[in-house]
Each structure stands twice: as C-alpha cells, then as structure tokens.
C-alpha cells in the first residue's frame, strides 16, 4: 500500500488530501499521480516527495512509501 | 539545534531569551544573529485580514534538520533556533524566527541568511491568505 497526499492549493483543485493505492508493481512518482488522477496532468511547477524527501517525478516509489504532491513552497 | 514548529502565537523576543538563558555558553559566543519574519496586513496590492499556514507535518521538521545540518558543515555555529508557525494567522504576528549564535559575526551572520533563505526555499509551507474583501488566495510568490 502507497499513501499519497496533496497539499496547499493542489489539494483543493483535486478535493482530496490523502488516499491509498494499492500496488503490485514498482511504479515512478508521476505513474502514482495518474493511477489516482486520470489523465489530469501534473502541472510543470509541481513539487513530488517520497518519505519526506523532494525526489523527481521519475524516482521509483515502493510499497509502503508516502508519496505527496504539492506546489511550490511559500513558507517564512 | 531547536526546531519548533507553533499552532499558537509565539514571542520571539521571549523565545530566543528563554533559549539563550538554557545554553550551556557562556562565555563562548561573541555574535547571536536573528531573523523575525511577520506578517504583514498587505500583500500583492491588497489588503489582508489573516491568513492559514499549512504545512507537511514530518516533512517540515526533516527538511529544517538537514538545512540546520548544512549549515553546521557550513560555518562553526554554537546553536540555533528557528521557530515557525502554523495554523490561523493574524497581521502583526511573528511567523518565522531564525537565531544563531556563534564565536564571531560572520558565521551568525551568514549562517542565519543561509538558513532562512533554504527554509523559504525548501520546507513545505503554504500560505492562504484572507483578504480585506473576504476573497481566499493560495500565496505563490516565495
């Protein structure tokens, strides 16, 4: 099981802020968001973590990983 | 090396005494540089009434650690505090404070630039502004 969570604006454009996928298969980043998302495309400036740590949307995510997906920070 | 993440107001003057008064330096640091972010009641030609900071709960905290770990490999700091906020925000509240102490100027200075500067850059922060006319928008200029 993959847990993904969206924040900031991106959370309210897809309505969701977390979710589960089940995989049984390794999948990328960006495969995660369209399992969950369709063909809704992943805006440019987007940022993907896994685990907490920013990776690219090509990285590799496992079972058992925490994916997010969110914009670019506006922190301080 | 204190990183606090605040769903409450918080006094920076307060804090960086209380911290300052628990370190075990006396003596050892010559220069405490420090930075206090707050918010404004203005932003982007409009009036703002409040704002909601959302974070990464985890994220935010494993992202200040490795800035805070830069900065140490960096410059020789003695300690640092960076305190952040959270949650419901009103104008004229802190919302960032960075504090670093230090032998000499320069580390504190340059370390406390440094670590401000990649915590806007890379901890996962969003700002929901409030505006004067009840209108809510993302922030997205960093």
């Known amino acids: ?76 | 090396m204190t990183i606090k993440i605040c769903d409450a107001a918080f006094e920076p003057f307060a804090e960086i005494q209380t911290f300052q008064n628990a370190l075990a330096l006396n003596g050892k640091f010559g220069a405490t540089s420090i930075f206090i972010g707050t918010m404004r009641d203005f932003n982007d030609g409009d009036n703002v009434q409040a704002m909601t900071l959302e974070h990464y709960d985890g994220m935010t905290q494993k992202q200040l650690a490795k800035i805070v770990a830069a900065a140490n490999s960096k410059w020789q700091i003695l300690d640092c505090l960076i305190v952040h906020r959270v949650g419901d925000i009103l104008p004229n509240e802190p919302i960032v404070l960075v504090a670093v102490w230090s032998a000499h100027r320069g580390e504190a200075f340059e370390a406390c630039r440094y670590l401000m500067e990649e915590l806007k850059k890379n901890a996962p922060f969003w700002k929901l502004e409030k505006l004067a006319t009840n209108e809510k928008r993302w922030v997205s200029k960093i």
């Open chain 1, 1 to 76: 099981m993959i847990t993904v969570r969206y924040f900031g604006s991106l959370k309210e454009t897809i309505g969701r802020s977390n979710e589960a996928l089940s995989v049984v298969e390794s999948l990328t980043v960006l495969a995660v968001w369209h399992c969950l998302n369709g063909d809704l495309p992943l805006a440019e400036n987007m940022l993907t973590a896994v685990n907490m740590d920013y990776v690219a949307r090509s990285s590799v995510v496992n079972d058992g990983d925490e994916v997010a997906f969110f914009p670019p920070v506006t922190g301080g």
